[in-house]
């Protein structure tokens, strides 16, 4: 059974930054893919990016690209996602996920963090 925790989350004013990181339990890391949703009040759950096992082949949202990247690393069972620019668009839950293989859709994962709010300020 794989386990993932997600740290890092909170308030940051438009322009900031936050670094959101993920621990995997339960698995090696190094077998699983692993990936960031997120979800805002009102809305669907939202693919924001996701990175293959090797951490060769990165994968993002229109709406991140450019402002957020995604990496792993497995000697220490962990992912991150860096998130620069940010904007008061991109306030939602982050739920960090994994599985054997990478997907696009919510469906796609069978495991998922508790989350953690990224609350962006104008």
């Known amino acids: 059974q794989v386990q993932l925790a997600e740290s890092g989350g909170g308030l940051v004013q438009a322009g900031g930054s936050l670094r959101l990181s993920c621990k995997v339990s339960g698995r090696t890391a190094k077998d699983l893919a692993l990936g960031w949703f997120r979800q805002a009040p009102g809305k669907e759950r939202e693919f924001v990016a996701d990175?293959?096992?090797?951490?060769?082949?990165?994968f993002y949202s229109d709406s991140v690209k450019g402002r957020f990247t995604i990496s792993r690393d497995n000697a220490k069972n962990m992912g991150y996602l860096q998130m620069d620019d940010l904007r008061p668009e991109d306030t939602a839950v982050y739920y960090c996920v994994a599985d054997d293989y990478l997907g696009r859709q919510p469906e796609d994962y069978d495991y998922w963090g508790q989350g953690t709010q990224v609350t962006v300020s104008s």
């Open positions: 990175i293959a096992w090797s951490g060769h082949s990165t």
